[in-house]
């Protein structure tokens, strides 16, 4: 990823941050204190605005979008990253790509800010933020178009339908440990059936039995597995990784590919690169974007290429 020549932001322009006081498992309201304390010190001008709840940082995006804010700072996870994306892309601009975004990873996976880079300490971000580098991001798409008055969301990092799903659904809204989501998804095995999916990319077919399917713009999901690892966040392209249906046994010995990053070309491994996916299945399983649960299959995903101004090292 490379900086796009002449997006260097301005330094008069505040930064309207976003801040989720519980992300990380309640430690984000001291972590942003502490980080709020060094962007000022560098001179970085800051408006706060603080979430109270699932769906605050949407609004919050939408109402600063409509005064004419185009620089945001989400201090959070990739829950927050992900409602402040649905926000902007929501908003109803002529060209998204007015709105400059960065995350301050506070969360307690922090994937997307994996995928980007972006440093957690208070002073290298500062610096980050200062010195205004940028790319243009791309952004996924979520359609149910069989589904009356499911609405269109966006995500940022990744998307999932099968099992990821089932496990986001069983999780608490604010994940209590950064192991949860792997706890949770080893001991639920045991008693899920894999449905069996159809996925159409143009002349590609996949017909199988699948434990579940990643439509990955990043590289990182479920708290450092590197699911995607040769995702690029600006080329126009989503990567779908597709496991097989496989038991706990089977799971246990991929795991270690999984967290390396070298799950793809495994014979349990489907692997493709679009810019659209259909995925139907029987039955309907759920679907999560970002780690939020939007809905059930069939979906169709695409991207709307460099649409997004993303802050990175």
Known sequence: MTPDAGRLMHDTEAWFVISNPVSGQGRARRAWQRLERTLRSAGIPLEVAVTTGPGTAEELTDRAIGAGQRRILVAGGDGSAHEVVNGIMGAGLADTRDVTLAVAPLGTGNDWARSLGM?????????????GRTILHDVGVADFPDVANQPRRWFINVAGAGYDADVTRRLPAQVPSRLAYLRAALAGLAHYTSPRFRITSGDEVIADRLLLAFVANGQY?????HVAPTARLDDGL?????????????????LPKLYRGTIIGDPAVYHLRSD???????????????????????????????????VVP
């Open 119 to 131: 440093p957690g300490d208070p002073a290298a971000l500062a610096r980050v933020l200062a010195t």
């Open 221 to 225: 999901c479920g708290n450092r597995m």
């Open 238 to 254: 989503l990567e779908l990784v597709a496991v097989k249906d496989l038991r706990l046994g089977q799971v246990l010995t991929k």
């Open 276 to 310: 659209h996916f259909r995925i139907e299945s029987s039955p309907s399983v759920g679907v999560q974007a970002d780690g939020q649960a939007i809905g059930s299959t069939p979906l169709e995903c695409s991207v709307i290429a460099r649409s997004l101004n993303v």
